[in-house]
């Protein structure tokens, strides 16, 4: 099935660091959004932009929806050990199911 | 937000017999249910999407005659993994869309010896 390319792999950082993380999409999409997935857990959603250019926060995370509706990026501020896990950006199509990255791996040692 | 269950949480079967995963939103209605299998270490990939009342809708290479799918109401879908292989470990998740955004269960883990 089709996936969206998500960057970087995987990233290990020191708590209280910065983080950023990226998907791009040779595709437009509508609609894009972002889940964390614990170990053995289904996804939970952490952000979703709605419209090109869009910003939106999540306390400190911050995505946005990029100008050419092809990719998104997602940061998160003074990271936190319970950061830890596997971030996904997701693209959704009208009339289609979400597309998924491969995730981006973080691990964050204190 | 929004909450989707599935049961069992995870399974353990034999090779060639049958498993079924419900998928539940708990408080909301959904005409489409989506399913999806992820393998260790991996992204989710998209099986197919159920719609109720109709045939699922199946993506390319997967089995439609082995994971049979069924959306009987607007809160139910079930997957039966008929006649399990080693190779159909993995972790399913179903996932139901409401006013634009997309809630996940919390998957079900199969293991066939």
């Known amino acids: 099935g089709q996936q969206l390319n998500q960057s970087p792999q995987s990233m290990f950082i020191q708590e209280g660091e910065d983080v950023s993380m990226n998907c791009t999409s040779s595709?437009?999409?509508?609609?894009w959004l972002w889940y964390k997935q614990d170990p053995g857990e289904g996804p939970v959603l952490l952000i979703a932009l709605y419209k090109a250019g869009e910003l939106t926060s999540n306390g400190r995370l911050t995505a946005q929806f990029g100008i050419t509706r092809k990719d998104s990026f997602l940061n998160i501020s003074a990271s936190i050990p319970s950061d830890v896990g596997i971030y996904f950006c997701a693209g959704h199509q009208a009339g289609t199911a979400l597309i998924f990255g491969k995730g981006t791996t973080l691990s964050v040692s204190s | 937000g929004a909450v989707v269950s599935q049961h069992p949480s995870w399974v353990i079967c034999k090779s060639g017999t049958s498993v079924k995963i419900e998928c539940r939103s708990l408080d909301f209605q959904a005409t489409t249910m989506f399913w999806y299998r992820q393998f260790p270490k991996q992204s989710l990939m998209l099986m197919a999407t159920?719609?109720?009342?109709?045939?699922?809708?199946?993506e390319q290479g997967v089995e439609k005659d082995k994971f049979l799918i069924n959306h009987a109401s607007l809160t139910l879908s079930t997957l039966t993994v008929t006649s399990a292989h080693p190779e159909d470990s993995s972790f399913y998740i179903c996932s139901a869309a409401m006013t634009g955004r997309w809630f996940f269960g919390p998957g079900t883990r199969l293991t066939v010896l």
């Open positions: 159920s719609n109720e009342g109709s045939k699922a809708t199946y």
């Open positions: 595709s437009i999409f509508n609609t």
